[in-house]
């Protein structure tokens, strides 16, 4: 963090470790793995869930040409939530079909609160390729609350 003081300082650790800002597992061969940022972490009743291993799960479907995982409601109890590009495309945001939103769901091992198939997902205006998560809950919350379906 060149220059940026209390950026450095809040991210340096006693002992020379560094907070990323990453969360990850080690395997049972001791190999760390990475998935994904600790902002993105879903907080669930049953534990946190991280959306890496759902979305690259979700697009492996041929039906599926790239999916978001997001959070939706408060820490602790959030619902997890699939926003999914179809491989045959969709006009504008909808709740997903029963059978593409049945094909994402029997291919995670976590309960998914709702599907939607969207025409394209958001992504980070500083990167240009990784998914804007944070828009994506935003853009899911007020739906699951009884909202309508608006333009991501």
């Known amino acids: 963090y060149d220059g940026l003081w209390l950026t450095e300082a809040a991210a340096t650790m006693p002992g020379g470790w560094h907070r990323t800002g990453d969360v990850g597992h080690l395997d049972h061969e001791g190999r760390l793995w990475i998935e994904g940022r600790l902002a993105?972490?879903?907080?669930?009743?049953?534990?946190?869930?991280?959306?890496?291993?759902i979305e690259h799960t979700v697009a492996e479907?041929?039906?599926?040409?790239?999916?978001?995982a997001v959070g939706v409601g408060p820490p602790g109890s959030q619902q997890v939530?699939?926003?999914?590009?179809?491989?045959?495309?969709?006009?504008?945001?909808?709740?997903?079909?029963?059978?593409?939103?049945?094909r994402?769901?029997?291919?995670?091992?976590?309960?998914?609160?709702a599907v939607f198939a969207v025409p394209s997902l958001?992504?980070?205006a500083r990167h240009n390729s990784k998914?804007?998560?944070?828009r994506v809950a935003a853009?899911?919350?007020?739906?699951?609350?009884?909202?309508?379906?608006?333009?991501l």
């Open 40 to 53: 993105h972490l879903i907080r669930t009743a049953l534990g946190p869930v991280t959306p890496i291993g």
């Open 61 to 68: 479907l041929p039906t599926v040409a790239l999916a978001a």
């Open 81 to 102: 939530v699939v926003v999914a590009v179809p491989a045959d495309g969709v006009k504008r945001p909808e709740l997903a079909g029963e059978e593409f939103a049945a």
């Open 104 to 113: 994402i769901r029997a291919t995670v091992d976590v309960d998914v609160a």
């Open 122 to 124: 958001p992504v980070d």
């Open 131 to 134: 998914i804007d998560r944070t």
């Open 139 to 151: 853009w899911a919350e007020p739906i699951l609350a009884g909202g309508r379906i608006g333009r």
